[in-house]
């Protein structure tokens, strides 16, 4: 397996687990930099490395009328503030080919969201900025379909990537998590990452916005380390009931160090 830099962390080839986290969407600077600073400190004393993850334009909410974060201008500044003064890499979405270039200055990993992630121009717009790209495989796709979205970022010499899993279309509004789609992505020769908050996602669930179980989040998250994956997706918020956007996937951040304690000992067993 590929081993994968981002900044001094090194993603996949056994290095240890990983974890990718934060709010779903900025809402606020200092919601940002609190959040981030409070992961920081949990990973340090865990021994977990952190990458933080916030989008600034969450462009394929359900309503026209949900919220959708500041967008890219005054969002990137927030995310390099957090970059800068948490001194932590960087994650997050990007939605339009025209903004990749304007992203790619401040982030450290550029993610494909899953509802895109077959879209030809984003992905090749991306693996182009040399970036690691974080292909979100969508819920719609079987493990084995992510392997021509890799060759499209490698056909531009860009080999600096991440397979993200974060469930499978099962019936009307439901996903489930098939564990074997880690191995069989794995297989692939890149590192893959488990999204366990949008696993538990209910899309559609509650007719104009999404639903959300996240009283599975820390099962699915055990049993994902425990079956094989080269980190973890987490978003997390101080007060997720009172979230604008996916409040119901996110785990309290007051809970996040309980869960990374479980599976860094699932690590370690391993």
Request: charged residues 25%; positive net charge; hydrophobic residues 40%.
């Amino acid at each position: 397996m590929s081993q994968i830099m981002v900044r001094n962390i090194k993603i996949g080839n056994k290095n240890p687990l990983v974890l990718i986290a934060g709010p779903c969407v900025i809402e606020s600077q200092s919601l940002c930099l609190e959040t981030a600073a409070k992961i920081k400190d949990i990973t340090a004393k865990l021994g977990i490395p952190f990458i933080f993850k916030s989008s600034f334009d969450k462009a394929n909410r359900m309503s026209v009328d949900s919220f959708r974060g500041p967008g890219i201008k005054k969002g990137l500044e927030i995310l390099n503030k957090v970059k800068q003064k948490i001194k932590v890499p960087i994650l997050s979405d990007v939605h339009c080919v025209k903004d990749m270039a304007e992203a790619a200055k401040v982030l450290d990993i550029i993610q494909i969201p899953a509802f895109l992630c077959r879209q030809t121009d984003i992905v090749l717009a991306a693996a182009r900025t040399g970036k690691v790209v974080n292909i979100k495989k969508g819920q719609f796709l079987a493990p084995w379909d992510i392997l021509p979205i890799i060759k499209k970022v490698e056909s531009t010499g860009n080999k600096k990537i991440l397979i993200t899993e974060r469930g499978v279309s099962f019936g009307y509004n439901n996903l489930v998590s098939d564990f074997r789609a880690l191995q069989v992505m794995r297989e692939f020769g890149y590192p893959v990452i488990y999204d366990a908050t949008h696993s538990i996602q209910i899309p559609g669930g509650r007719g104009n916005s999404s639903g959300g179980e996240r009283q599975f989040v820390e099962g699915l998250s055990r049993a994902a380390v425990a079956f094989g994956c080269d980190g973890l997706f987490l978003e997390t918020h101080p007060d997720p009931q009172n979230a604008p956007c996916d409040g119901l996937n996110m785990i309290n951040l007051k809970d996040l160090e309980k869960l990374l304690k479980q599976v860094k000992k699932i690590e370690e067993a391993l």
